[in-house]
């Protein structure tokens, strides 16, 4: 469940800046509608690892695209988990400089010990991600409830704005892929198919529940969103600084479980290519981003993130439909 979690709070997300690029205002329903699709979504794609035992994306991937569209999307991951996690890594850099510190050494705070975790392989990742992910989420919760109770707004006075309800898909759609490609590495590490469930189920209301309380936040700040790179910083004006200390932590956490997702899903699909262990495949890849991430943190997301949202179209609806499909050729 919290690796599902990880790889969804990254640096886009916990800013803010991937909620406000897709929904803002008149998104009620669009959240809703993304909470209901990315339970299905994880349902789909954990039943089939779980059944194939499958140890990298690949073959998952083949099930859910068909034999002929596998090459296709294979590339497409690649990319896109490259890309992301050079997002990830330029959001670390961001990080820093909000506290007037060199951007470089942000990102390279966040490359070295990305790699080193993969001295312990897998396991490595699992283990932070069920150790850092829960504090992140309730530490993320606890500003926003925070500062909707200090500014007296209500939770529910935009519930009836329905009308970006559209943006549920693509805003999906691009958060498919890196569930693909994590998802699909750790099928062999399954158990039981009850794991199926709670982490879709689970992942899918903490993600529902947070992009909800934080659209509502980010709506009564929306004027001045624009002034800054990370939306949160808007946020976290109206505290003391040592809350922003916290939080950037947090975020700076949030961007590191992500950037390790995606480059598990790159090291477990290169690794039948390169026989070494994972640390070292980890290394040739963050090697490969560090030069990408001068392209500045919220270009990427402004470019990159509606463009694979759209891209992905075609696999959401192929996830969306599984469960029938399946139950069709059961019966």
């Not at 991937?18 to 209901?36: M, N, P, R």
């Not at 966040?110 to 283990?127: C, S």
């Not at 040739?284 to 500045?296: D, E, R």
Request: aromatic fraction near 14%; include cysteine.
């Amino acid at each position: 469940m919290f690796l599902i979690v990880g790889t969804m709070i990254g640096a886009g997300y916990a800013s803010g800046r991937e909620l406000w690029q897709f929904f803002g205002h008149d998104s009620s329903l669009a959240i809703l509608l993304f909470t209901v699709m990315f339970i299905i979504c994880c349902l789909s794609i954990m039943s089939i690892s779980f059944k194939q035992q499958s140890g990298d994306y690949l073959s998952v991937l083949r099930t859910i695209v068909g034999k002929h569209l596998t090459g296709v999307y294979d590339w497409m991951i690649i990319i896109y988990l490259f890309t992301t996690t050079v997002v990830m890594l330029a959001g670390s850099g961001a990080t820093w400089e909000a506290f007037h510190l060199s951007y470089r050494l942000g990102v390279l705070a966040i490359a070295i010990p990305l790699i080193l975790l993969f001295v312990w392989d897998i396991k490595g990742i699992v283990t932070v991600n069920s150790l850092v992910l829960p504090l992140l989420i309730t530490g993320l919760l606890f500003i926003l409830i925070v500062f909707i109770s200090d500014q007296n707004l209500s939770l529910f006075s935009h519930v009836t704005e329905t009308d970006n309800w559209k943006a549920a898909f693509p805003f999906t759609a691009l958060n498919v892929l890196p569930l693909i490609a994590v998802l699909g590495a750790i099928g062999n590490r399954m158990t039981s198919r009850k794991e199926v469930w709670v982490a879709s189920v689970g992942s899918g209301l903490i993600l529902g529940v947070v992009s909800f309380l934080y659209n509502n936040s980010l709506i009564q700040i929306s004027d001045e969103i624009l002034v800054y790179e990370i939306p949160l910083f808007a946020i976290l004006q109206h505290y003391p600084y040592g809350m922003m200390v916290f939080m950037s932590i947090m975020m700076w956490i949030a961007i590191f479980t992500t950037a390790a997702s995606g480059t598990l899903g790159l090291v477990t699909r290169f690794r039948s290519y390169w026989k070494q262990p994972l640390w070292i495949v980890a290394f040739a890849v963050v090697a490969l981003m560090l030069p990408f991430t001068s392209f500045g943190f919220s270009t990427l997301i402004e470019y990159l993130y509606p463009l694979y949202g759209l891209l992905n179209l075609y696999v959401l609806s192929s996830l969306l439909i599984y469960p029938l499909t399946q139950r069709f050729k059961i019966s």
